[in-house]
Each structure stands twice: as structure tokens, then as C-alpha cells.
């Protein structure tokens, strides 16, 4: 039996100006601030068994935690006063489980499968503000686009994978596969209204394969 643990952190901090406009006139300054923390956490434990250890496998646990953080603010305030601004948060939390095997039926008939669960959230706060700080008469008044409005994306999945490859000989091997692939559902990461903070859904993926592989060259090349 082998048992492995990998662990891992990462830390983004950045803040930055500009000029946004586009042009050499001091039209339109903006200011952003960004924060990414993440965590991950993976358990495996892999072994071999049956007679002549002829099934190898590998089970395991893994997790994903983040907390994103952007904001920041326009302000055209040279010309129209107009100003904007925006502070989106975002929690996400992924864990999944998951067991494959290898299993040589013959010398040369080999089968893998595997199974994987995962589940994802994301729960985001999003918030926008723009108006005009203009006198009245000259600016638009001020009005509200989103203020704290929340949203939430939760999906789960079951994805196996099963598949057999035969060895014809020592440079030839032929198989079938078939997979399955899960991506969890999401939102813009810069919506302008309320109309477009809706969220999306997951993504799933079937795959099928037939094919074989041969070796060519002393093994220098493979087709």
C-alpha cells in the first residue's frame, strides 16, 4: 500500500490605476483592487492486488477551497462627473472522491474503470453603483444597477470511465474507451445589470473512443 498527501496555498494580492479612455485627454481614471486566496488538500491510496497482483488500484479525496475579491472604481469626472463602482466577492468550495483500477484479465486483455463524485458551489455577492456627481441639471442622477445581489451555483456529479485495450503484440495495441467529463456551472464575472448576473449551468461531457496505437522506429515514434 502507498499513501500519498499533497497540500498546497496560494496567495494574489494587486492593485493598479490607469487611464481608460483611451486617448492622451484625462478622460476617464480607474482604480482596481484584486485578492485570490485558494486552498487545496488531496489524500491517495494506491495498491495492487489478486493473484500475480494482477489488479492495481488507486483511491482518493480531494478539496478546493477559494475566496476571490474584486473592486474598484471609474470615474469620469473631468468632463461628466459620471462615476462607477464595483465590489464583487466570491466563495467557491469543491471536494470529490474518486477509485480506479487497472485489471490484466490475460497477458494480454487489460480492462481500467473508475468512478468520481464531485460537488461544487460558488456563492458570489455582486455589487454595482453609477450615477453622476454632475449639479442638477447638468448630470444624470444617480441610480442604482445592482446593490449586494447575490448569486449561487451548486451542481454534483457522478463520472465513471470504463475501457479495455488488447495487446496484439509487441508494437500494436488496440482499445475502447468510454468517459465521461463534468465541469460545475458558473456566472459573468463582470455582469453591468441585473440581467445579466443569471447564472449558467454545468457542463457534461460523453466520450467515446475506438482506436489503436503502434509503435515504429525502435519505439522512436508512435502512430
Given at each position: 500500500?502507498?499513501?500519498?498527501?499533497?497540500?498546497?496555498y496560494?496567495?494574489?494580492?494587486?492593485s493598479?490605476?490607469r487611464?481608460?479612455?483611451?486617448t492622451?485627454?484625462?478622460?476617464t481614471?480607474?482604480w482596481?483592487?484584486?485578492?485570490?486566496?485558494?486552498?487545496?488538500?488531496?489524500?491517495?491510496?494506491?495498491?495492487?492486488?489478486?493473484?500475480?497482483?494482477?489488479v492495481?488500484?488507486?483511491?482518493g479525496?480531494?478539496?478546493?477551497?477559494?475566496?476571490?475579491?474584486?473592486?474598484?472604481?471609474?470615474?469620469?469626472y473631468?468632463y461628466?462627473?459620471?462615476?462607477?463602482?464595483?465590489?464583487?466577492?466570491?466563495d467557491?468550495t469543491?471536494?470529490?472522491?474518486?477509485?480506479?483500477?487497472n485489471w490484466?484479465?490475460?497477458e494480454?486483455?487489460?480492462?481500467s474503470?473508475g468512478?468520481?463524485?464531485?460537488?461544487?458551489q460558488k456563492?458570489?455577492?455582486?455589487?454595482?453603483?453609477?450615477?453622476?456627481?454632475?449639479p442638477?441639471?447638468?448630470?444624470?442622477p444617480?441610480?442604482?444597477?445592482?446593490d449586494?445581489?447575490l448569486v449561487t451555483?451548486?451542481?454534483?456529479?457522478?463520472?465513471?470511465?470504463?475501457?479495455?485495450?488488447?495487446q496484439?503484440?509487441?508494437?500494436?495495441?488496440?482499445?475502447?474507451q468510454?468517459?465521461?467529463?463534468?465541469?460545475?456551472?458558473?456566472?459573468?464575472?463582470?455582469?453591468?445589470?441585473?440581467l445579466?448576473?443569471?447564472?449558467f449551468?454545468?457542463?457534461?461531457?460523453?466520450?467515446?473512443e475506438?482506436?489503436v496505437?503502434?509503435?515504429?522506429?525502435?519505439?522512436r515514434l508512435?502512430?
Amino acid at each position: 500500500l502507498h499513501f500519498r498527501s499533497t497540500t498546497a496555498y496560494r496567495d494574489f494580492d494587486n492593485s493598479f490605476g490607469r487611464d481608460s479612455d483611451g486617448t492622451p485627454l484625462p478622460g476617464t481614471f480607474t482604480w482596481d483592487t484584486s485578492k485570490h486566496e485558494q486552498f487545496t488538500q488531496e489524500f491517495q491510496l494506491s495498491g495492487v492486488t489478486g493473484a500475480n497482483d494482477r489488479v492495481d488500484w488507486t483511491t482518493g479525496f480531494f478539496y478546493y477551497d477559494a475566496f476571490d475579491s474584486n473592486q474598484g472604481y471609474n470615474n469620469g469626472y473631468v468632463y461628466t462627473s459620471s462615476f462607477s463602482d464595483h465590489h464583487d466577492d466570491q466563495d467557491l468550495t469543491n471536494y470529490a472522491v474518486f477509485a480506479h483500477f487497472n485489471w490484466a484479465i490475460t497477458e494480454k486483455l487489460s480492462m481500467s474503470t473508475g468512478l468520481r463524485y464531485t460537488d461544487d458551489q460558488k456563492d458570489a455577492t455582486i455589487y454595482r453603483r453609477t450615477g453622476n456627481t454632475a449639479p442638477p441639471g447638468i448630470g444624470a442622477p444617480q441610480f442604482l444597477l445592482i446593490d449586494n445581489g447575490l448569486v449561487t451555483v451548486q451542481s454534483e456529479e457522478w463520472s465513471p470511465k470504463l475501457s479495455f485495450d488488447y495487446q496484439f503484440n509487441d508494437t500494436l495495441i488496440g482499445y475502447v474507451q468510454l468517459s465521461t467529463g463534468f465541469r460545475g456551472g458558473g456566472f459573468s464575472p463582470r455582469p453591468a445589470n441585473a440581467l445579466q448576473r443569471t447564472s449558467f449551468q454545468p457542463e457534461y461531457i460523453d466520450n467515446f473512443e475506438v482506436g489503436v496505437k503502434s509503435d515504429w522506429a525502435d519505439g522512436r515514434l508512435r502512430y
